[in-house]
């Protein structure tokens, strides 16, 4: 039987960078992963594969072209499902390729098989063909990540009316999808599948969708899905679903209102992937939805050797929060230093438009009762925007009155995930308004949008005390 000093129970973002801590700190590291390949959700189902799919449906309708060439422009008429899925077999396995590479570099033991625990210190690992091996570790990080939740009334079929594991192999394209869940996995899909002109019906039981965003940024976005013919159907509770043939669903909701569709995407939620870990052998229970409590700077978990990083633990449930949590882990681990995470981490959804956003929210900041001003820019005041052809796209910054500190930035359009970043820096260093106002941005720019709305944020805020 053999011993390590980590054994790590998932390979997807939190599991690869755990291991890979843990190695170059010169620990013996065990990577177990149930999938034929390493990499998790993020490489197979989720984060790469959604955005490697709205990369080449921006590409092949020529989206980002259509500011200047009006709103029938296209790359490409017809577009196929074979189409959208040729660039995701080739990202995919370059992904993976490097992660394999990158293990083997770092002398990352791996092995493939479902892990359970069989005792406290002990896990054994099934292979593919029924084997079994037993390993033992010092410490233990259960990254196991999630599956999409799956409830009974939904009548999966793998064809019509799927998961978002599934939608990916879609093996044409539909003229029309209905979207449950208008949470980011849901807005990512509904916006994608509507850039490609298929008609989309997005249901939300709440009568909001993305809360825990600004919502003048919400405001500004649901008005461009509007705007674009996806039909919004909020505080709308699904009471039925059925397929009466292929291509042909129907969703009844409560009230009487029935949608019908060639597909349907369920993307109500997901579920913690604990089922098969077996975890009374070693004294570790899970909430409603399967997932793990965790100390949030240490993630160490009620059983002191046992950790738990990534989707498994809950919010924010991100692929880039995930490897921090992995690494963190990893050094409280094996005893080694580890900085807590910084207070604000940047969020991304990459629906059509990018929404990105870091730090608070004007609707926190006004219930913490913070003194502050907004500042808001748009695109297309920018000459990047010109060049583009943007007329949509906006950012806001939040400032205190009082230290003139900047507290949040949040913005929707084109390159928001990647301009966030530039807020993300300030924020975290503790910057104010004074330094957008006085620092010289490239031109013509996207990230000027920053001076501009800072500009705009000074016209109201008191003077500078020098
Ligand atoms: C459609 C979609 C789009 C997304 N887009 C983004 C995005 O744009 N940006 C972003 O940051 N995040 C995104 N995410 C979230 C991101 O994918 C997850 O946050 C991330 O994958 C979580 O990493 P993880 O390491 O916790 O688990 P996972 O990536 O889920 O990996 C867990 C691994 O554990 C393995 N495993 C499970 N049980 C066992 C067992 N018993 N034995 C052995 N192995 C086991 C699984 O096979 C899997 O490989 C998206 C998710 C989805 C579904």
């Given at each position: 039987?053999?011993?390590?000093?980590?054994?790590?129970?998932?390979?997807?973002?939190?599991?690869?960078?755990?291991?890979?801590?843990?190695a170059?700190?010169?620990?013996?590291?065990?990577?177990?992963?149930?999938?034929?390949?390493?990499?998790?959700?993020?490489?197979?189902?989720?984060?790469?594969?959604?955005?490697?799919?709205?990369?080449?449906?921006?590409?092949?309708?020529?989206?980002?072209?259509?500011?200047?060439?009006?709103?029938?422009?296209?790359?490409?008429?017809?577009?196929?499902?074979?189409?959208?899925r040729?660039?995701l077999?080739?990202?995919?396995?370059?992904?993976?390729?490097?992660?394999?590479?990158?293990?083997?570099?770092?002398?990352?033991?791996?092995?493939?098989?479902?892990?359970r625990?069989?005792?406290?210190?002990?896990?054994?690992v099934?292979?593919?063909?029924?084997?079994?091996?037993?390993?033992?570790?010092?410490?233990?990080?259960?990254?196991?990540?999630?599956?999409?939740?799956?409830?009974?009334?939904?009548?999966?079929?793998?064809?019509?009316?799927?998961?978002?594991?599934?939608i990916?192999?879609?093996?044409?394209?539909?003229?029309s999808?209905?979207?449950?869940?208008?949470?980011?996995?849901?807005?990512?899909y509904?916006?994608?599948?509507?850039?490609?002109d298929v008609?989309?019906?997005?249901?939300?039981?709440?009568?909001?969708?993305?809360?825990?965003?600004?919502?003048?940024l919400?405001?500004?976005?649901?008005?461009?899905?509007?705007?674009?013919?996806?039909?919004?159907?909020?505080?709308?509770?699904?009471?039925?679903?059925?397929?009466?043939?292929?291509?042909d669903?129907e969703?009844?909701?409560?009230?009487?209102?029935?949608?019908?569709?060639?597909?349907?995407?369920?993307?109500?939620?997901?579920?913690?992937?604990?089922?098969?870990?077996?975890?009374?052998a070693?004294?570790?229970?899970?909430?409603?939805?399967?997932r793990?409590?965790?100390?949030?700077?240490t993630?160490?978990?009620?059983?002191?050797?046992?950790?738990?990083?990534?989707?498994?633990?809950?919010?924010p449930?991100?692929?880039?929060?995930?490897?921090?949590?992995?690494?963190?882990?990893?050094?409280?681990?094996?005893?080694?230093?580890?900085?807590?995470?910084?207070?604000?981490?940047?969020?991304?959804?990459?629906?059509?438009?990018?929404?990105?956003?870091?730090?608070?929210?004007?609707?926190?900041?006004?219930?913490r009762?913070?003194?502050?001003?907004?500042?808001?820019?748009?695109?297309?005041?920018?000459?990047?925007?010109?060049?583009?052809?943007?007329?949509?796209?906006m950012?806001?910054?939040?400032?205190?009155?009082?230290?003139?500190?900047?507290?949040?930035?949040?913005?929707?359009?084109e390159?928001?995930?990647?301009l966030?970043?530039?807020?993300?820096a300030?924020?975290?260093l503790?910057?104010?308004?004074?330094?957008?106002?006085?620092?010289?941005?490239?031109?013509p720019?996207?990230?000027?949008?920053?001076?501009?709305?800072?500009?705009?944020?000074?016209?109201?805020?008191?003077p500078?005390?020098?």
């Amino acid at each position: 039987m053999e011993h390590f000093e980590l054994i790590v129970i998932g390979s997807g973002p939190a599991g690869r960078r755990a291991a890979i801590q843990a190695a170059k700190f010169g620990r013996n590291v065990l990577v177990v992963e149930k999938g034929r390949r390493v990499g998790g959700v993020s490489v197979h189902t989720g984060t790469i594969p959604s955005k490697t799919l709205r990369e080449t449906v921006l590409n092949l309708t020529g989206w980002r072209e259509r500011g200047f060439y009006g709103r029938s422009y296209r790359v490409k008429d017809d577009i196929s499902a074979g189409d959208l899925r040729a660039r995701l077999h080739m990202t995919l396995n370059h992904e993976v390729e490097v992660l394999e590479h990158q293990f083997a570099r770092n002398k990352v033991h791996t092995t493939s098989g479902m892990a359970r625990f069989v005792e406290p210190t002990a896990i054994e690992v099934e292979g593919d063909a029924g084997e079994i091996t037993r390993y033992t570790a010092d410490k233990f990080l259960i990254a196991v990540g999630t599956k999409p939740f799956r409830p009974d009334y939904v009548p999966f079929d793998g064809q019509y009316i799927l998961d978002s594991d599934e939608i990916l192999e879609l093996s044409e394209l539909p003229r029309s999808i209905a979207v449950i869940g208008a949470g980011v996995i849901g807005v990512e899909y509904a916006s994608i599948f509507s850039a490609l002109d298929v008609h989309v019906t997005l249901i939300e039981p709440r009568n909001s969708m993305l809360d825990f965003l600004d919502q003048e940024l919400v405001a500004d976005f649901t008005h461009q899905l509007r705007d674009r013919g996806i039909a919004l159907r909020f505080g709308a509770k699904v009471e039925k679903i059925e397929k009466h043939g292929p291509s042909d669903c129907e969703i009844k909701l409560e009230g009487g209102r029935c949608i019908r569709s060639n597909v349907i995407l369920f993307a109500a939620g997901r579920m913690g992937a604990t089922p098969m870990l077996n975890l009374d052998a070693c004294g570790l229970e899970v909430d409603h939805r399967g997932r793990l409590k965790v100390d949030p700077m240490t993630f160490q978990t009620d059983v002191p050797h046992i950790f738990a990083a990534g989707d498994v633990i809950g919010f924010p449930s991100l692929a880039s929060t995930s490897m921090e949590q992995g690494r963190i882990a990893a050094c409280h681990a094996l005893g080694e230093k580890a900085y807590d995470p910084p207070e604000y981490f940047p969020y991304g959804i990459y629906a059509v438009p990018e929404i990105s956003t870091v730090g608070m929210t004007e609707e926190e900041i006004k219930e913490r009762g913070i003194p502050y001003e907004c500042g808001v820019a748009r695109f297309r005041e920018t000459s990047r925007g010109h060049i583009m052809g943007l007329d949509t796209g906006m950012l806001k910054m939040i400032f205190s009155l009082k230290t003139r500190r900047l507290l949040g930035c949040h913005i929707v359009g084109e390159g928001a995930t990647e301009l966030v970043h530039i807020g993300q820096a300030v924020l975290n260093l503790k910057g104010t308004l004074e330094y957008f106002v006085e620092n010289t941005f490239n031109y013509p720019t996207l990230a000027e949008a920053y001076k501009i709305a800072a500009l705009d944020a000074w016209n109201r805020m008191p003077p500078l005390e020098r």
